[in-house]
């Protein structure tokens, strides 16, 4: 089956995760896919059909569409999938004008009641989805990793010098920023601690000393195995209970521990005590940070426990099983359904 996947660019990383990831699992499985940015001018989307050709299934990632281009996607196409994993149908945690927009909500419900199949990062996603279609067309599928590209953190370092390793975008170092305060006080408390950003912008901090690492696709995982803890703060909001946690699987499948407030599926990926610390306040944030400076055994240990949990839970390989399950329910129910269209033509001739 040949399957093109519309994505925002072939090396966001969006489309990167959560679709060119699965790529040799889909032709191994006699699938082709296609990555096909989406169009930018005006007059190439109206060309939508003739870009992505004849193909079996398409697959619209993120992108809320207006209904014209709903049709003409479905017309073009003998299936449409939608996959998301943010809350798309609504603005950031750091939109001036507040997270409300009808317009984002209303292409939002039209684009999941037009899907055949609606593809979700997390369950949360996946409940506001179930609002405008039946629950057997929602169908959640993690962002994941590959554990095998990560090397494992050795964790050598105690007290002054330990690393604590942040990574991210441009669009979600907003974060870091608004907890700037908190990794100020942690700064303050805990002498001799520095923090790698691995990302291609860089805060500053005056109590905390910040380690610049531009990120590459290339040394993100080596830069990740020579830190100490990772850390992800998220506001409190719909936005962030939307966020699929892919930077706490890379800490985790670096062997790191991570520290991180328990909002959305950090409360979940992160088992306190086990792989990683929960901290909401900042007493909690620095209580965390200096039990783990100061250990680089119990470092270890939540490591090796993150490591294990993402080879289980978290793998890319367990993602592409329901990718493929997906697809071949989806064309099986597709060819019968032109089955009985073709006996019933028969029947009437």
């Known amino acids: 089956m040949h399957i093109t996947a519309l994505v925002d660019a072939v090396d966001h990383v969006c489309c990167r995760y959560r679709i060119q990831a699965?790529?040799?699992?889909?032709?191994?499985?006699?699938?082709?896919?296609?990555?096909?940015?989406?169009?930018?001018?005006?007059?190439?989307?109206?060309?939508?059909?003739?870009?992505?050709?004849?193909?079996?299934?398409?697959?619209?990632?993120?992108?809320?569409?207006?209904?014209?281009?709903?049709?003409?996607?479905?017309?073009?196409?003998?299936?449409l999938i939608f996959d998301f994993d943010d809350a798309v149908y609504q603005r950031d945690s750091y939109a001036r004008k507040g997270p409300i927009n009808s317009r984002r909500h209303a292409r939002f419900a039209a684009t999941v009641k037009t899907a055949d199949a609606v593809v979700a990062g997390n369950d949360f996603l996946a409940a506001e989805a179930r609002r405008w279609?039946?629950?057997?067309?929602?169908?959640?599928?993690?962002?994941l990793v590959d554990p095998d590209r990560y090397l494992v953190a050795e964790h050598e370092r105690s007290g002054k010098g330990v690393q604590l390793a942040w990574i991210g975008c441009s669009s979600t170092l907003k974060g870091l920023e608004l907890s700037r305060n908190l990794f100020e006080t942690i700064g303050e408390q805990c002498p001799g601690l520095s923090m790698k950003i691995i990302c291609d912008r860089f805060p500053q901090l005056r109590r905390l000393s910040i380690i610049e690492c531009p990120w590459t696709e290339e040394d993100e995982a080596r830069e990740l195995a020579t830190s100490d803890i990772g850390v992800s703060w998220l506001p409190d909001d719909g936005w962030s209970r939307g966020k699929c946690g892919l930077k706490v699987l890379q800490y985790m499948a670096a062997g790191l521990p991570v520290v991180a407030n328990p909002?959305?599926?950090?409360?979940?990926?992160?088992?306190?005590?086990?792989?990683?610390?929960?901290?909401?306040?900042?007493?909690?944030?620095?209580?965390?940070i200096r039990t783990l400076m100061n250990d680089p055994v119990l470092r270890r240990r939540m490591g090796e426990a993150g490591r294990r949990r993402v080879e289980r839970e978290y793998s890319v390989e367990l993602g592409a099983a329901r990718w493929l399950q997906l697809l071949?329910?989806?064309?099986t129910f597709r060819a019968r359904k032109l089955e009985s269209k073709t006996v019933a033509c028969e029947r009437e001739t």
Request: glycine fraction near 6%; proline fraction near 4%.
């Open 22 to 79: 699965y790529r040799p699992y889909f032709e191994r499985a006699g699938h082709q896919l296609a990555l096909c940015p989406w169009p930018r001018s005006y007059w190439s989307r109206l060309r939508l059909e003739r870009l992505i050709g004849e193909t079996d299934a398409v697959i619209v990632q993120r992108r809320l569409l207006t209904s014209w281009q709903l049709y003409q996607l479905h017309r073009a196409s003998r299936l």
């Open 133 to 143: 279609t039946g629950a057997e067309r929602i169908h959640v599928i993690p962002s």
């Open 263 to 288: 909002v959305g599926v950090q409360a979940d990926m992160v088992k306190h005590g086990q792989t990683g610390l929960h901290a909401s306040t900042a007493d909690e944030w620095c209580s965390a």
């Open 328 to 331: 071949d329910s989806l064309f």
